[in-house]
DNA sequence: GTGAAAGCGCTAACAA
DNA sequence: TTGTTAGCGCTTTCAC
């Protein structure tokens, strides 16, 4: 049923090539891994006959003996919200291209589940890249010890960090409401454990009072658009004429509240997102919001990840120092969902 | 700095488990990974101690000697579509309850890119998840033979497949429409390469045939939602007045191209599109579409996946035979995207 | 029920 | 430059 060549059902190993070109093993496993260290043509007849044989490396033995997995692991808190898919694009993009595989894992929330993944992975991959974690700084420091790590959004000292500047959306979010002549601005707040939540939050009590501006608040409400309702509720209540959401999926969610309840985007209510994930150009009314660089912040963070693991030459290697911390800036993206304030407060 | 007991930095091994609890390595061995064959009591003890000492087994050394890496791969086309987002969550979610690992690999729609996945990833993986295979069905065999495989959306003929039955979704769609006063139908189709495309196409011609709807087609068109715009620049030259498109992403695409040009939907025009992907319901207006369970797909997938492999129970694995096919039943979810034909035909 | 020993496929000293 | 020799951490015969 096969050629009439060797057992089919076998792998081939660096063995087989050995014996097909009559060298030592040794002498191709450093044909392939380390070509310079080698005869120029008996290294041209040992890839030629790995080729031949169809060869694949084995690569639960490579890093057995060199330690290295050539994996990296991808924690995200939440596979269900479009931002990690972005993220996730990024990091899978920038894995492939330097020919690592991806491990994604979703820790659904919740820190123990991240505590154990982390344990887990620590074995299959080299590195890993925490989106938004739910561990402590200190738990994030300790884990850094053992395994490369790299965190977007989040600052805990001594790991490096990819951050995205919402902050610096927040200025340009607030000033564009300034500008459609709103005196007043409702922060509708995302989780509690969200690190970016709290950033963008002092960011807003900042530039509110620099420029004039009264701020309040509302929340914790779930990063889900179905979560958007019970925040769209609330700030009606609270006589809100602009939002600023923590996300887009509660800015959609909002949206759609709004509407069902027959209030005017934006004649009677402003609302800006964040992240300008998928779907926020497509919402009604379209969607103004902070764009964020996210597929980028993924690519970052694997640059970043592979240069401490040595896998990338230091000049593509992102940020100065090896623990230091990258700031990816943001620009607001006006879309329908903003206008002038109402003639009069209501 | 450390604690005064033996060396922080190793990791532990089942020699350490072994030194210990003054047993041998194999029996280490076997306590963890065949509980039975050992005595209880001694059983016990090195479970304690391989708790007591953070012992965390070697994943690249246990399927060296074992040949299982407990990994399975989920090959995706473009990790940009939403649709495969819905499918990674399911896979996601069954693989890590069964305490495997996903390696995520995006083939960004090309063929060589996939058999290079496929051919890497045997190592890698104990097994792989097709979701959208370029491949030929004489391609996707050849890989079943050395690797299992379970592809979604596609019936090669021996390989166990998960189908979304989208045909009886189109069944549904067409009613609908005609039941809206709509005779005429046009399909908006997706890429040449998807096996759904043609199957929903097929569907649509047969349905059709029987209720007396004419039917027509236009496309091409890459499944991303820029491209609905020369869809429904397309459509409205032929004058239709109800479009089912290949997906919901160019469906998405037509409703904000229509809008642009002023052409009110579902007044002038009827659109229904296909998946119920994230987004299909606050679009403007929302998308009538076929919801497809594309999350379930992605477990199901799994779940006979890892029927073959035999690390499930035999009653949790769906589907009669090992190279069966499980079809899963599409629904029709009407929004305001369709509505009656137009008095007179345009 | 348990231990000794071999070896999975590969890499990394060390010699030659 | 190349071959020889040891393992990496674990599983798995095969004895005992």
């Known amino acids: ?28 496993s450093r044909a ?9 043509a008996t290294q041209q007849r040992i890839q030629q006959a790995a080729r031949e044989l169809g060869y694949v490396p084995n690569s639960q033995a490579r890093a057995l003996t060199s330690g290295r997995t050539r994996a990296v692991a991808v924690l995200v808190s939440d596979i269900t919200n479009p ?26 929330e919740s820190a123990e589940a991240e505590v154990a993944a982390l344990s887990a992975v620590a074995g299959k991959a080299d590195g890993a ?42 200025e340009q979010a607030v000033q564009h409401l300034v500008s459609l002549g709103h ?34 608040r509302i929340g914790p409400h779930a990063p889900f658009v179905d979560s958007g309702a019970a925040a769209a509720d609330a700030a009606v209540h609270a006589g809100a004429t602009a ?27 402003s609302v800006v997102g964040c992240d300008d994930i998928f779907g926020a150009d497509f919402c009604n009314p379209p969607l103004t919001t902070m764009t ?31 623990s230091g911390a990258v700031a990816l800036p943001t620009h607001l993206t006006v879309r329908g969902s903003t206008g002038p304030a109402p003639a009069r407060p209501r």
């Open 292 to 322: 964020s660089p996210i597929e980028r912040a993924g690519r970052v963070a694997i640059r970043m990840l592979l240069g401490r693991l040595d896998a990338l030459p230091a000049d593509e290697v992102p940020g100065e120092h090896a």
């Open 1 to 28: 049923m096969s050629s009439a060549d060797t057992d089919t059902s076998r792998r081939v190993t660096i063995r087989d090539i050995a014996d097909a070109t009559g060298v030592a093993p040794s002498t191709v």
């Open 83 to 108: 931002f990690y898919f972005d993220v996730i694009r990024g990091t899978q993009h920038q894995l492939s291209a330097a020919g690592w595989t991806q491990l994604l894992v979703d820790t659904e």
């Open 129 to 170: 890249v925490l989106t938004a974690s739910r561990l402590s700084d200190a738990q994030i420091a300790r884990f850094a010890e053992r395994t490369p790590l790299v965190v977007v959004n989040r600052r805990p000292p001594g790991v490096p960090s990819v951050l995205i500047d919402t902050p610096g959306g927040v």
């Open 243 to 269: 939002c600023i959401a923590f996300n887009d999926l509660i800015a959609i969610g909002m949206l759609t509240r709004l509407r069902e309840r027959g209030i005017r985007v934006p004649e009677d209510m």
């Open 183 to 216: 005196r007043d601005v409702l922060y509708v707040a995302g989780p509690d454990s969200s690190w970016s939540n709290e950033r963008r939050w002092r960011a807003l009590v900042r530039v509110a009072k620099r420029l004039g501006v009264r701020v309040a």
């Open 32 to 40: 392939l891994s380390l070509p310079d260290r080698v005869n120029h």
